[in-house]
Structures are given as C-alpha cells and as structure tokens.
C-alpha cells in the first residue's frame, strides 16, 4: 500500500472531495452514506452514477468499504487514517470547552482529587470513556527499613523525602536475623541517598554483583526479596483511572452493540492500558491511535485520542485520552485532550 501522500497524489479534486465527505458523514452518523445523498454535498454538479464510480476507485484503494452489497460506503481505518492524516481539520479549543475543564480542575484540592475530576470530565465532554494515567511517585528516597514481624513475615518500609511512606508485607529468606536485617536496610540506604525508586530499581541489580563482597548471602536476598515486591506489584493498575464506560452504550441503536462489550473487557484489562499508555512518554503531543495500530484492544472499531503530560522540568509523567468507536468526533476532542494535558502538568507542576 503506497503512503498516504502518495495516495493524496492519484486523487484529483473530485476523489477527495467524495472521500472527505464520506468520511464525516460516517464520523456523524456512524453509517454508510450513498451516491444519490452525496450529489447533494458536492461542490460540482454530477450524476449518481459518476459518484458511484468514484466510490468504487476508493475502494479499490483501501479507502472505502460497503457493510452490505447494496448500501453507501464508510470508511476503511486506512482511510479514516488518511483522513487523520491529511484532512482533518483540528480547530482551537470552543470557548465553552475550555471554561468546564477550568471549572472542573479548578474545584480539587489534590492531585488524586485532580486526575479523577478531569477523568469524568473527558468523559462527560467527550461522550467516550475517558483514560487518566496518573503520576509515578517519584519523589527521592530518605530512608529504607526492615522490620521482622514473625519468623516467615517481614516489613520493609520506604520513606520519601517529600513525606510519603509505602510499606509492604513479604516472606523473607529463611534464617533471617536482626544482623542480616541491618546489613540490608544500610546496603540499600547507602545506595538510594537521592535516588527515585525507579532510579534505585534500575541499579540495584548491577550494585548487588558489583558489591557481592560487601554484603552476606542473607543480607543479600533480603534486599533481593524485599526490593522486588517494587517491581512487581500492581503499580500501573493503581496509577490508571478510567471514566465514562457507560458513554459508549448512550448510541447502542447504531452500533455494533458486540463490539462495544469487546471494548468494555478491553477496558478491564486496566494493567495492560496503562502500559501502554506509558508508550506514549516517547514522545509529546496529542496522537491518536485508530482500530488496530495502538495494539492493545482486541478490535478494530475503536480509537484513542491521548496526549501526555509533563511536570515543571519537562519529564513527562502521566497520560490523559478518550477512547471510543473509531468515529470519534476528532476535530473536537484532539484540542480537548490536548488542553486537559497541559493543564493538569501545570497545575501537577504548581502543586510541586
């Protein structure tokens, strides 16, 4: 398949044109749309049957596709890519918009309080569900403690520089005794003096080999069994706030109502969105993923339209984006998300 330049190029003015006004037509309607109903739309005069063939060189180039042998045309998600591409028109965020996401953020008093009013608000704005992938904690490590609870139960404790303190229950190596205990929270102290955890997590492994000499053997899986409950954990799945299923049943006369259960087990899946949606810290701006390319939901009739958003030092830290049916009314969600993104990294930003 040539790219979608190559392809703008064999079209002439009335091709694209045809194709332009299907394509709307289907993001409005949600179905097919015919030659006789597209005479009406044309900037020229021309017969059904000139049009029809136009929609039949279209499909012949992966553009378009009729759902039934008698019926219009919609949409390929190649062409609906195309469309994206090369056609579509993103306006400046609508006035009213704009005053209900300042409005919303306005109104919390937290972060937490932040990311779950702006969830609903996409959601209630855009008529999708909405998908809030929340900051990582990423705060420098102060201190590291193990704390024996019994003798197959210990607590290893993390305490932040900003305050914050996550503590977790784990089985430690058999055999543990204060000795090791200490040897391992003044290991891992030594080396997370202003560390992130996921800084630590990154060398923790290679200081552990390096240092092999330094520390026992039971010290050592103490700090191994302890570290990794880290790493393992459900940390994305708590980091991902989704809002507005119900949005995606408010048009079930005109959608295929299986698919939109399939989108609702995909959206279960929370684990799997919210990697994903770290995919998206390789690069800024607002990208929209249509049916298949985003490689996550299991069909291909839906979209996301999702923006990341950094903090006061430009590092992206989290995720905003509306999901729905590929027909999606981009031309008014992209500066939606787009604005929400920006707002919530300043106001993260502000908050320190």
């Given at each position: 398949m040539s790219d979608g330049s190559e392809i703008f190029g064999e079209m002439n003015a009335r091709s694209r044109e045809v194709f332009r006004l299907v394509v709307e037509s289907y993001l409005e309607t949600g179905g097919p749309i015919g030659s006789r109903t597209l005479t009406r739309s044309l900037s020229?005069?021309?017969?059904?049957?000139?049009?029809?063939?136009?929609?039949?060189?279209?499909?012949?180039?992966?553009?378009?596709?009729?759902p039934h042998v008698s019926a219009g045309r919609i949409p390929t998600q190649h062409g609906l890519r195309m469309f994206v591409d090369g056609l579509l028109e993103v306006g400046d965020l609508q006035s009213d918009d704009r005053k209900k996401?300042?409005?919303?953020?306005?109104?919390?008093?937290?972060?937490?309080?932040?990311?779950?009013r702006v969830g609903s608000a996409l959601s209630g704005m855009t008529h999708g569900a909405s998908l809030v992938l929340a900051p990582k904690h990423e705060a420098p490590i102060k201190h590291i403690e193990f704390v024996s609870?019994?003798?197959?139960?210990?607590?290893?404790?993390?305490?932040?520089?900003?305050?914050?303190?996550?503590?977790?229950?784990?089985?430690?190596?058999?055999?543990?005794?204060?000795?090791?205990?200490?040897?391992?929270?003044?290991?891992?102290?030594?080396?997370?003096?202003g560390r992130t955890l996921s800084e630590l997590r990154q060398t923790?492994?290679?200081?552990?080999?390096?240092?092999?000499?330094?520390?026992?053997?039971?010290?050592?899986?103490?700090?191994?069994?302890?570290?990794?409950l880290w790493d393992n954990d459900d940390d994305s799945y708590e980091r991902l706030i989704v809002r507005g299923r119900s949005n995606l049943l408010d048009d079930a006369e005109s959608v295929d109502l299986e698919r939109i259960r399939s989108l609702f087990d995909d959206l279960e899946r929370k684990r799997d969105i919210a990697e994903f949606l770290e995919l998206t810290e390789?690069?800024?701006?607002?990208?929209?993923?249509?049916?298949?390319?985003?490689?996550?939901?299991?069909?291909?009739?839906?979209?996301?339209?999702?923006?990341?958003?950094?903090?006061?030092?430009?590092?992206?830290?989290?995720?905003?984006?509306?999901?729905?049916p590929t027909r999606l009314n981009y031309g008014r969600i992209v500066p939606i998300v787009d604005y929400t993104a920006q707002l919530v990294g300043k106001l993260i930003s502000d908050q320190g």
């Open positions: 020229e005069k021309v017969s059904a049957a000139t049009i029809r063939n136009v929609m039949q060189d279209l499909e012949h180039m992966g553009l378009l596709d009729s996401i300042d409005a919303t953020v306005g109104e919390a008093s937290d972060v937490n309080s932040l990311l779950d609870l019994a003798p197959d139960r210990a607590l290893v404790v993390l305490v932040f520089a900003d305050g914050n303190v996550e503590n977790r229950v784990f089985t430690p190596p058999v055999g543990q005794t204060p000795s090791s205990l200490r040897e391992a929270a003044n290991f891992l102290n030594a080396l997370a003096e923790i492994g290679q200081e552990i080999r390096n240092r092999r000499q330094e520390i026992d053997t039971l010290a050592r899986e103490l700090v191994e069994s302890g570290f990794a390789e690069g800024e701006g607002v990208r929209i993923f249509i049916g298949s390319e985003n490689k996550l939901f299991s069909l291909s009739g839906s979209s996301l339209v999702v923006s990341p958003y950094m903090n006061s030092d430009r590092k992206i830290i989290g995720a905003v984006g509306v999901i729905g």
